[in-house]
């Protein structure tokens, strides 16, 4: 039986897209492809899920690979690239109702140490039971790890937790930690309809 249920952040409760910012501060493709390669799909961007380096700390990782013309909007774009975490469509509706129907909520994120300051502001805290990110305990999904840790944190049954997150990898690693999972795909209306036949 389900009693929890544990969300991802990015793209399952913000939305969350590069190019938002990418298409904001940079002039060309090659800009774009550039920064979005080096910055926001390279080495930095995990370390700082990790925990092993600060967002801001990116910027000092990621400038010796970009021409120096590009540094300015380099930095631009580890400053402000949380412009684009809003919350999607549904998601706030969807944990109001699961936390009167009595499910406990939690959030499982990969997430830099910024996450402190926009989930807070964007979407709140104050409907959910524990929150775990990433940076915080130097471990990022897809390690079962993490999902183990959750449980130990906050004293859940895997067996009793639901895991939603976008990225099938994620979802398959919860499983192996002993909890049920969903593939989200952006449709909180389906995502009900899938927890009610559960």
């Known amino acids: 039986m389900i009693k929890n249920i544990v969300m991802d952040m990015g793209n399952v409760l913000l939305a969350y897209d590069p190019f938002v910012i990418l298409n904001r501060t940079c002039e060309n493709e090659r800009e774009k492809e550039l920064i979005l390669t080096h910055l926001f799909q390279g080495e930095a961007w995990e370390l700082g899920d990790r925990g092993e380096i600060t967002n801001e700390q990116r910027y000092e990782r990621v400038r010796p690979l970009l021409p120096e013309a590009l540094h300015p909007k380099l930095k631009t774009c580890v400053e402000q690239w949380d412009i684009c975490m809003e919350p999607i469509s549904g ?7 699961r936390r009167a129907e009595g499910f406990g909520l939690y959030v499982l994120s990969n997430a830099c140490n910024r996450f402190h300051s926009y989930f807070p502001e964007r979407f709140g805290c104050e409907l959910f039971d ?5 940076s915080d305990v130097h471990l990022i999904k897809p390690d079962v790890k993490i999902y183990e840790l959750l449980c130990e944190t906050y004293g859940l049954i895997p067996q009793e937790c639901l895991f939603v997150d ?4 994620n979802v398959e690693a919860a499983k192996k930690a ?12 389906a995502l009900e309809g ?3 036949t559960m």
């Open 178 to 189: 002993g909890m049920q999972g969903i593939v989200f795909d952006g449709d909180y209306e």
């Open 91 to 97: 998601a706030k509706e969807f944990c109001r109702r």
């Open 130 to 134: 524990g929150i775990v990110v990433s």
């Open 166 to 169: 976008d990225r099938p990898e």
């Open 194 to 196: 899938k927890i009610q």
